[in-house]
């Protein structure tokens, strides 16, 4: 799941092989992904993985464990020094995820697109799900809670990535999202991908992400998915935040911060159009605009 969220492809990998080291990880080993159409994009990225002994480990050590760190299996992150060093523990301690919430500090340290992987305990693998509960129910408070957070207009992303024939539970909340609103269309995982390509205008990785709907019909101004109604796309997202809990029932959370410049009128801003309209695409404007912009 983990090489279908950042590559739209599981390339046939059945288990959970080491990078580059079976007939399915050596393919996805030279495969486009995300990292490679953010940064054409001109947008950045960063990976934050728990208990990783540096940046760009590609083994296992105590409560990492390299196949729940998609970027490991792409040769051009993984072999080149510069990437590598934007896939970096997420503290500086076990357990600790002080990096990443330092850098929801600012607009200027935060990423375009940012990934955290909890450590094997945290995620409930190795440990209870009381053990799960209580690091989300202290992790989530405090990045809703980041100056990022509380001076953007965000929105939270919350799925599980293994139901077991059941339906996965998801959730979209925050400001620019659907307050109470239930969606009966079929998603899956590559919408996520799929989402994220609409919101920034990013060509397809495969055709799983390029023929999988994508998610707008749950923020504000877009219309609910239907035969004869589709969402438009793109629509104003600013800032992606990621967090992959790897586990029997796997929670995603995906931060969807939407930035804006201040005009010099101090109007409203504009998610979008009403649900009876076209939604108005993220703009970038000018910095003497007369109202406030969208800007990616």
């Given at each position: 799941n983990y090489l279908c969220l950042t590559s739209g492809s599981d390339f046939g990998c059945t288990a959970d092989p080491g990078p580059n080291s079976t007939t399915c990880t050596k393919t996805a080993w030279g495969a486009t992904n995300i990292v490679d159409r953010l940064e054409a994009a001109g947008l950045t990225w960063k990976g934050y993985m728990e208990d990783m002994p540096s940046s760009c480990y590609a083994t296992d050590s105590g409560n990492y464990v390299v196949h729940h760190n998609p970027f490991m299996y792409y040769s051009d992150v993984a072999s080149d020094a510069t990437r590598c060093a934007r896939v970096v523990p997420a503290g500086p301690s076990i357990n600790s995820d002080a990096t990443l919430l330092?850098?929801?500090?600012?607009?200027?340290?935060?990423?375009?697109?940012?990934?955290?992987?909890?450590?094997?305990?945290?995620?409930?693998?190795?440990?209870?799900?009381?053990?799960?509960?209580?690091?989300?129910?202290?992790?989530?408070?405090?990045?809703?809670?980041?100056t990022l957070f509380k001076t953007t207009r965000a929105a939270l992303f919350v799925t599980y990535d293994e139901g077991y024939d059941q339906p996965i539970y998801t959730v979209w909340a925050g400001s620019p999202a659907?307050?109470?609103?239930?969606?009966?269309?079929?998603?899956?995982?590559?919408?996520?991908?799929?989402?994220?390509?609409?919101?920034?205008?990013?060509?397809?990785?495969?055709?799983?992400?390029?023929?999988?709907?994508?998610?707008?019909?749950?923020?504000?101004?877009?219309?609910?998915?239907?035969?004869?109604?589709?969402?438009?796309?793109?629509?104003?997202?600013?800032?992606?935040?990621?967090?992959?809990?790897?586990?029997?029932?796997?929670?995603?959370?995906?931060?969807?911060?939407?930035?804006?410049?201040?005009?010099?009128?101090?109007?409203?801003?504009?998610?979008?159009?009403?649900?009876?309209?076209?939604?108005?695409?993220?703009?970038?404007?000018?910095?003497?605009?007369?109202?406030?912009?969208?800007?990616?």
């Open positions: 330092a850098d929801l500090g600012s607009e200027s340290t935060a990423s375009n697109f940012m990934w955290l992987t909890p450590n094997k305990c945290n995620d409930m693998h190795s440990c209870s799900i009381h053990q799960g509960d209580t690091y989300m129910s202290g992790l989530v408070p405090k990045i809703l809670d980041s659907k307050t109470g609103y239930l969606s009966s269309f079929a998603y899956d995982h590559f919408s996520f991908l799929s989402t994220v390509e609409a919101n920034w205008n990013l060509a397809s990785l495969t055709a799983n992400d390029r023929d999988a709907p994508n998610m707008a019909e749950f923020f504000m101004g877009q219309p609910s998915r239907g035969a004869s109604t589709q969402p438009t796309a793109p629509f104003p997202l600013g800032i992606v935040l990621g967090i992959a809990i790897p586990v029997a029932a796997v929670a995603i959370l995906v931060f969807l911060l939407l930035r804006r410049r201040s005009g010099k009128k101090g109007s409203p801003a504009k998610p979008g159009a009403s649900e009876s309209g076209p939604a108005k695409p993220p703009t970038r404007g000018d910095e003497g605009a007369d109202e406030d912009e969208w800007e990616i």
